[in-house]
Nanobody, 125 residues
Framework: QLQLVESGGGLVQPGGSLRLSCAAS????????IGWFRQAPGKEREGVPC???????HYADSMKGRFTISRDNAMKTVFLQMNSLKPEDTAVYYC???????????????????WGQGTQVAVPS
């Protein structure tokens, strides 16, 4: 059974860093694009970055330069390094998977069929 489990969230002061992990099980990560999404209270789920099966990345404009996505297929894990965190980064962060090939990935949640349960990130103001 395909499963995604996020970890690494927590409370961090403004300007701090966190590294989130998305651990995959039950499928070959090599053949999937992975997206990170976040959802703050009262807001729609939004794309953060995504990484394609071949390692190509795509970032939302507001996250460029602060967030970095990477994948380790041998470890079956995708990482999200977040630096210079701001209060507006507070949200539940989710990873999602979609079977794909080549350099495809997307920042729209509707494109993904498989989701983790999320991990909370809190940056106090």
């Amino acid at each position: 059974q395909l499963q995604l489990v996020e970890s690494g969230g927590g409370l961090v002061q403004p300007g701090g860093s966190l590294r989130l992990s998305c651990a995959a099980s039950g499928f070959h990560l090599d053949f999937y694009a992975i997206g990170w999404f976040r959802q703050a209270p009262g807001k729609e789920r939004e794309g953060v970055p995504c990484i394609s099966a071949d390692g190509s990345t795509h970032y939302a404009d507001s996250m460029k330069g602060r967030f970095t996505i990477s994948r380790d297929n041998a470890m079956k894990t995708v990482f999200l390094q977040m630096n210079s965190l701001k209060p507006e980064d507070t949200a539940v962060y989710y990873c999602a998977a979609e079977r794909s090939f080549g350099n495809w990935c997307a920042l729209t949640p509707e494109e993904y069929d498989y989701w983790g349960q999320g991990t909370q990130v809190a940056v106090p103001s």
